[in-house]
């Protein structure tokens, strides 16, 4: 199946600072995103959805200023968690459908390994 | 509004037993259904789907799943459950290829020896 990778898969920062987590499609092209949050012990929650050479359309509650999205190319899309607080701490996912059907999965979506973040 | 129900928190099986995770939907139209498995901090793994055709959609590891129109239900099942298998299931909906997906609040399968 088609393969999505997310970096950083851990990171730890101060709070006030920005952290930076980027998904990228590995073997096919995806004009959209989406961003997703887990919380433990609970389910994903979709943040915003981030699309190819346009604004990113957010969740309603979702601060767009704080969580900012920006898909530069159809292979990549980042999310930077600006003056990030300890109430942000929590898993973040993206998944990407493909956008040409590869392995015939036009209609599945593919998730990325996830990205934890601590704010201490 | 779409939106998808898993009952139980939790389900656990002895080794060997069928096991069943159960799954509801509401959504309007035709639904494009998923199950996904969440092994501790790591990412979703799908399973399997339905789009549309055959009811019973076999997937990944032995993993098999009803589509249920009249009961808006999608079922995941297995005939013979591993202690490999235990883990966090999600069951998920769509209204259309592409969009977004909403979850269930996901069930902890666990699986005794």
């Known amino acids: 199946g088609a393969v999505v990778s997310q970096h950083p898969s851990w990171v730890i920062c101060k709070s006030g600072t920005s952290v930076k987590i980027e998904c990228r499609s590995l073997d096919f092209q995806a004009t959209t995103m989406f961003w997703y949050r887990q919380f433990p012990k609970q389910s994903l929650m979709l943040m915003a959805t981030s699309n190819e050479g346009s604004k990113a359309t957010y969740e309603q509650g979702v601060e767009k200023d704080k969580f900012l999205i920006n898909h530069a190319s159809l292979t990549l899309s980042t999310l930077t968690v600006t003056s990030a607080h300890p109430e942000d701490s929590s898993f973040y996912i993206c998944?990407?459908?493909?956008?040409?059907?590869?392995?015939?999965?036009?209609?599945?979506?593919?998730f990325g390994p996830g990205t934890r973040l601590l704010v201490l | 509004a779409q939106s998808v129900a898993q009952p139980e928190d939790q389900v656990n099986v002895a080794e060997g037993n069928p096991l069943t995770v159960k799954c509801t939907y509401s959504v309007s139209g035709n639904p494009y259904l998923f199950w996904y498995v969440q092994y501790p901090n790591r990412g979703l793994q799908f399973l399997l789907k339905?789009?549309?055709?055959?009811?019973l959609v076999k997937g990944s590891y032995g993993f098999e799943a009803e589509f249920n129109k009249s009961q808006t239900s999608f079922h995941l099942k297995k005939p013979s459950a591993l202690v490999s298998d235990s883990a966090l299931y999600f069951c998920a909906v769509s209204y259309q290829a592409g969009t977004a997906l909403i979850f269930g609040k996901g069930t902890t399968l666990s699986v005794s020896s």
């Open positions: 339905y789009i549309t055709g055959d009811n």
């Open positions: 998944s990407a459908p493909p956008q040409q059907r590869i392995f015939s999965e036009l209609d599945t979506q593919y």
